[in-house]
């Protein structure tokens, strides 16, 4: 069965900085997709990034970027230039290419904090 | 505006009374999965469907049943809550499984 870990509960970065959120995941499968989510205090779900297995290039959205070691099966999230309204609950997330039904697989998030 | 809807948002209620937290989306998407959120745990599908009448079981589907007898609407029902199911809720649908999922609000659940 395939796992996804996220080992920092919390972080904390200074207002215009950049954060690293970490996030590793075991599994068997060669092709699956992999997710952030973020969860800002209203609940809903958002989605901020997404990366296919089989493309090697890191994907990139805006101040949002991934690190994605498929070998290693890492996958971070960095956060640059730091806003207030990037404070939210992160949720790395696993889907497989095969699974029935679309089933996403989560981390047990990371709350981040920003500082002004 | 393309949307899923959960209903209610907030709900509190006793031990054994039958409850249904709905679930719209007017999107056309084939399928849809609810979850479950607890602190230290992430969420956890409880069940999905790829398309009308065809629904399975997710990871942690003791205690609660659904339905899909339009396309649209995915209700969860709980025959018999209990305290063990309090808990943030919440339906996702997709287009296709390996399309972005859409999620709706949130539901939280408090049993008592």
Known sequence: AQ???????????????TVTLSCTYDTSESDYYLFWYKQPPSRQMILVIRQEAYKQQNA???RFSVNFQKAAKSFSLKISDSQLGDAAMYFCAYRSAYNQGGKLIFGQGTELSVKP | EAQVTQNPRYLITVTGKKLTVTCSQNMNHE????????P????????YSMNVEVTDKG?????YKVSR???????L??????PNQTSLYFCASSLMQNTE????QGTRLTVV
């Open chain 2, 40 to 47: 230290g745990l992430g969420l956890r599908q409880i069940y």
């Open chain 2, 77 to 82: 029902i709980l025959e018999s809550p209990s």
């Open chain 2, 101 to 104: 999922a859409f999620f709706g």
């Open chain 1, 3 to 17: 796992t996804v870990t996220q080992s920092q509960p919390e972080m904390s970065v200074q207002e215009a900085e």
């Open chain 2, 59 to 63: 990871d942690v589907p003791e205690g």
């Open chain 2, 69 to 75: 007898k339009e396309k649209r609407n995915f209700p």
């Open chain 2, 31 to 38: 399928y849809m999965s609810w979850y479950r959120q607890d």
């Open chain 1, 60 to 62: 990139t959205e805006n």
